[in-house]
């Protein structure tokens, strides 16, 4: 499986979200009402404050505050380079990474976890409510399902199967691949990086979620997983 894809042209990324405003009382008045809205059927008897902590999931309510990236190295063996765009300001992060994308392949090919449901997307809205044009590797519209190089290991850990979500930490613990024990996971990144300002906690947490989806991409190729001592943070 994977076998034909060439891994040196794979960028391997994931994102991480909070919500726009510390809390509900900063949102203004009109995006109070249509956040009540746009929730009104996920929320069950939870009311728009309460619910507010999840804004961060919708690209309408939340922003991107980390984008980590990690590319194939082509020495044997194999490893991993690890880079993240990160900070309080979307718009210079964004803007980062997609100088980034333009000085890559235009086949190259994104991959992420649950990525055509939620990091693609999301970065494509976020990147125009900033006025930033789409980078190449993100433009979609008008293409062919086959034309479209983004590589999501939810999706193919499906096979035609649409009934269920699956976790990235199940796949890694089933195809036993080491991670580490965070003190954080994907529900709490909201509150670390509002109430204890900690972007680089976030940031180490985006990374691993990186090292760990390259590492399933191996393990659905029969590939040996990538030694510690070859993954490079830079």
């Known amino acids: 499986m994977l076998q034909q894809l060439d891994l040196q042209n794979i960028l391997v990324l994931d994102i991480e979200t909070v919500p726009q405003y510390a809390n509900f009382e900063q949102v203004p008045p009109t995006l109070q009402k249509l956040w009540g809205a746009k929730t ?17 999931i919708w690209a309408e309510f939340g922003k991107i505050i ?17 880079k993240s ?11 980062e990474f997609c100088l980034l994308l333009k000085k890559q392949p235009v086949n190259m090919v994104l991959c992420a976890h649950n990525g055509k ?3 693609f ?17 993100l433009q979609i519209a008008g293409k062919k399902p086959w034309e479209i190089n983004h590589l999501d290991t939810m999706e193919l850990w499906k096979f035609g199967d649409y009934k269920s979500y ?22 709490m ?15 180490t947490y985006c990374q691993k979620d990186v090292i760990a989806t390259a590492q399933l ?17 830079v």
């Open 121 to 137: 997307p999301y970065l494509c809205r976020r990147m125009l409510i900033n006025g930033i044009s789409l980078p190449l590797q």
């Open 40 to 56: 009104q059927y996920q929320r069950k008897d939870e009311t728009p404050d309460e619910f507010y902590e999840r804004a961060g």
């Open 117 to 119: 449901e939620f990091d």
């Open 85 to 95: 765009y990160a900070g309080h300001n979307e718009g210079e992060l964004l803007k």
């Open 166 to 187: 699956t976790s990235l930490s199940l796949l890694t613990e089933i195809f036993n691949i080491p991670t580490p024990k965070d003190d954080i996971d994907g529900s």
């Open 217 to 233: 991409i191996r393990r659905f190729r029969g590939d040996e997983l990538i030694a510690d001592e070859n993954v490079t943070i």
């Open 189 to 203: 990144v909201g509150h670390v990086y509002w109430n204890e300002n900690d972007l680089a906690r976030i940031c």
């Open 66 to 82: 980390c984008i980590s990236v990690g590319i194939f190295t082509k020495e044997q063996p194999m490893g991993l380079r690890i």
